[in-house]
Nanobody, 119 residues
Framework: QVQLVESGGGLVQAGGSLRLSCAAS????????MGWFRQAPGKEREFVAH????????YFVDSVKGRFTISRDNTKNTVFLQMNSLKPEDTAVYYC????????????WGQGTQVTVSS
């Protein structure tokens, strides 16, 4: 079983930055594609970004392109989401997730960390 624990959320003003971390344990971290999702109040869970097992391929949803970056450190079993130029609409609970690279379904999820952006 893979355990994922997010951290780094908090309250920031619009235009500010936050760096989220997701620490993994229980399985071989480098074998998984890692993703970040978010869920805002009253909205459905939304995909934000992913990074492949090698870190060589990343993808971002259009709404965060140019503002967010995703990275991973396999030696530390950790994935990061650097969020810059934050907007109030980025306010959400952010979740990290893991899947094997050959399967589309994310099967492991963290507990979430709250990000609040004030205007």
């Amino acid at each position: 079983q893979v355990q994922l624990v997010e951290s780094g959320g908090g309250l920031v003003q619009a235009g500010g930055s936050l760096r989220l971390s997701c620490a993994a344990s229980g399985r071989t971290f480098s074998s998984y594609t890692m993703g970040w999702f978010r869920q805002a109040p009253g909205k459905e869970r939304e995909f934000v970004a992913h990074i492949t097992w090698s870190g060589g391929s990343t993808y971002f949803v259009d709404s965060v392109k140019g503002r967010f970056t995703i990275s991973r450190d396999n030696t530390k079993n950790t994935v990061f989401l650097q969020m810059n130029s934050l907007k109030p609409e980025d306010t959400a609970v952010y979740y990290c997730a893991a899947r094997v690279p050959t399967i589309a379904t994310y099967t492991y999820w963290g507990q979430g960390t709250q990000v609040t952006v004030s205007s």
